[in-house]
């Protein structure tokens, strides 16, 4: 179920009045998960593991861990604070073979195990953030054929979508067009909606206000546009201007109207409400702000060098009087510290906060949150690469910042997300240019260009523009720098390149240089590596005598008995089915050529 609109319009609100009727229920679990602007940067699976991170650790949790170690070890491993280290270690060689496709069929497999005997619905906010990976995932569960009692319930904003060209837009289409999902979208209140909300929240029982009631809700529906959040922000504005009467407790629209005119906008509701709150409360929402729609008190009090204590009084005060914020329950870090969390009411209220910060106020406080976040996360740190990246960042650490870019890469690598790899790779070479252009940076340019290849060439294929230029600067960064070892997978990933383009004059050509590094090197298995691949290409341009000698040194481990002789008109081919191939290494394929006797065994 999608339910859209535009900010403000009431999509969270709905869906949470829904599954609050849902709660109590023995036989419904309920969790949710959010896509937030900032740390959803190309952060695979967010909402999906934030959601199951609460299921694990709900009540009554363990039959919930003990199916996802039995149906999804892969989705377990990636949610260490749920599990003990020996549960870990116990997981790690189940998930070493694990790719893409078996981490959705394991999700989906582990989700129909735990509907059989309840009803799960998950709440996914703000869709129009998320990754490309949870959109595979939800594309995935969406047709699986095999009964759930499953609902999955996700909002976002239409501009966002249309705007941007998400891939969510795709998305929705083709589940709509073969029935997998149903849509919801939010209208503007009506007139005589704007009226019932005036008529329950102002005293306005005399017959003489009665009178002026459609007039004065013509005019907040004009200047709303039947937005709720526009509409219930400038009724706040006009009831905090205490305009009343006096007579009856009945309210006197003749004295409110005038009061319409004063805030040009809701930036300027927005602003008043700030104003309203102290001093020491407005500089803990502006910290929050820049934090994300959803905070935990403890990073604002590290940005803000507040107490921990005070901010979460000055955050429970807001609650309590329904300012800004709404309560999100606790957290613990991995230090062992508990702290509170908390969400805007709305992003605009976010928005307007930020706006009032410096510049130089922006740089000191996300350098002051990742700071604290690094040192509470200590060893697992690299569960949040994505938002220590950002903080350090917006902060102008840039070291600390391209350190936890890598490590965000490594962990969409290991979550089969490549093409969020690619985004945090790519990124990570940007911040390179922030650094002194020494021997060491370019050190690890060539390091971040090798790894980049390996996940474009996963997400988009050898054949890919983009995989020749990065193996091609590569290979220019190992003649700068005068390094030999890099220099062999740079070839290798250009030589592939080449071959799959079936430009193989090319590619014989890099086999040749490849050649040359190994026996410079001495290196055994780079000559294994060598000769197949020259083998491989020579094959394929027609000349089997040499291919037949370069493959042979390509399988030393060859037995006579497991070798297989395909007898051709010009040569004989010998491929070993049971020679092992070096870890990382490639491999190489013959292909048998019919002889002209019309007989060929294998």
Known sequence: MFVTGEAGIGKTTVVETFLERLTGHADVAISRGHCLAQFGEGEPYMPVLEALTQLCRAPDHEHIVDTLSRNAPTWLAQMPSVVTNETLEALRPRVLSSTKERMLRELAEALEALTEQQTLVFHFADLHWSDSATLDLLSYVARRPQPARLLIIATYRLSDVEQHNHPLKSLKYDLQVHHYCEELVIKPLSLAAVADYITTRLPIAAPAVQSGLQQFAQMIHQRT???????????????????????????????????????????????????????????????????????????????????????????????????????????????????????FFHVLHQQVLAERLTARQRIIQHQRIGEQLEAAY???????????????????????????RWQAGRNATRRHAHQEAILHFTKALSLLTHLPDCQERKQQELSLRLILGGSLVTAKGHAAPEVEAVYAEARTLCQEIGVTPPLFPALAGLYRHYVVRGQFAIARELANQLLQLAQHAHDQTLLMGAHGMLGYVLFLLGDLVTAQEHLTRASPFMMCNDTVRLRCSTAMILVSPHAPLPPGRCGFVAIPIKPANGTMRL
């Open 225 to 343: 546009e039947g937005n709720p959040l526009f509409m219930v922000s400038l009724v706040d504005y006009i009831v905090s201007r205490e305009v009343n009467d006096g007579r009856g407790g009945d309210w006197s629209f003749q004295q409110t109207v005038q009061y319409l005119d004063i805030p040009g906008g809701l930036h300027a509701f927005i602003e008043h409400q700030i104003d309203q709150v102290s001093d020491s409360a407005q500089r803990i929402l502006q910290t929050a702000s820049i934090i994300g729609r959803e905070f935990s008190a403890a990073a604002v009090a590290a940005g803000a060098s507040e107490d921990i204590d005070a901010v979460e009084a000055s955050c429970e005060g807001l609650v309590r009087q329904s300012l800004f914020l709404q309560r999100k329950g606790t957290e613990e870090w991995p230090n062992g510290m508990v702290t509170s969390r908390y969400r």
């Open 378 to 404: 200590g060893s697992r740190a690299r569960e949040i690469a994505t938002e220590l990246a950002i903080r350090f960042e917006q902060g102008r650490d840039y070291p600390r910042a391209l350190h936890h």
